[in-house]
């Protein structure tokens, strides 16, 4: 259980970093009231991020983070899995049940948008 807290913790504390900001997560109740996002969890290994994209963008339209389009840079794995798992939890209706992705989905209330790069909010 201590070991489980302190993963999650540094996931956290590193994508409060990468984000550039501070965030929290937010329980259910919350998320009602309050604008959220589902972003991937930095501990997450690349298996469990190319399956997120694949399931992700066999349901939604992931054309943004495509070559030549806004949200290609950086061109790695956590960017692009962030962005197709919050496409996915948009789209369904932001129940926290939709950016579980397997226990390596994290919902965030800080908007990971960066650049021209804009986290869609929203159906």
């Known amino acids: 259980m201590g070991r489980l807290l302190v993963n999650l913790s540094s996931s956290l ?13 937010r329980s259910q ?3 009602n009231n309050t604008i959220t996002w589902c972003v ?7 298996v469990a991020l ?15 983070f495509q070559e030549g389009y806004s949200c290609f840079y950086p061109n790695n ?12 939890y ?6 926290y ?9 994290l919902i965030v209330s800080t908007d990971p948008s960066f650049g021209d790069c804009v986290y869609q909010f929203g159906n």
Not at 97 to 105: E, K, P, R, T, V
Request: hydrophobic letters at 35%.
């Open 90 to 95: 948009q789209s369904s209706g932001r129940n």
């Open 50 to 64: 190319l399956d997120n994209i694949n399931y992700a963008c066999s349901i939604v339209n992931c054309t943004i």
């Open 13 to 25: 504390l590193l994508l409060c970093l990468i984000s550039g900001g501070s965030m929290m997560v």
């Open 29 to 31: 109740s919350d998320q």
């Open 77 to 88: 794995s956590i960017s692009h899995a962030s962005i197709a798992m919050n496409l996915y």
């Open 97 to 105: 049940w939709n950016c579980y992705f397997n226990s390596s989905g």
């Open 40 to 46: 991937a969890k930095p501990s997450s290994d690349e």
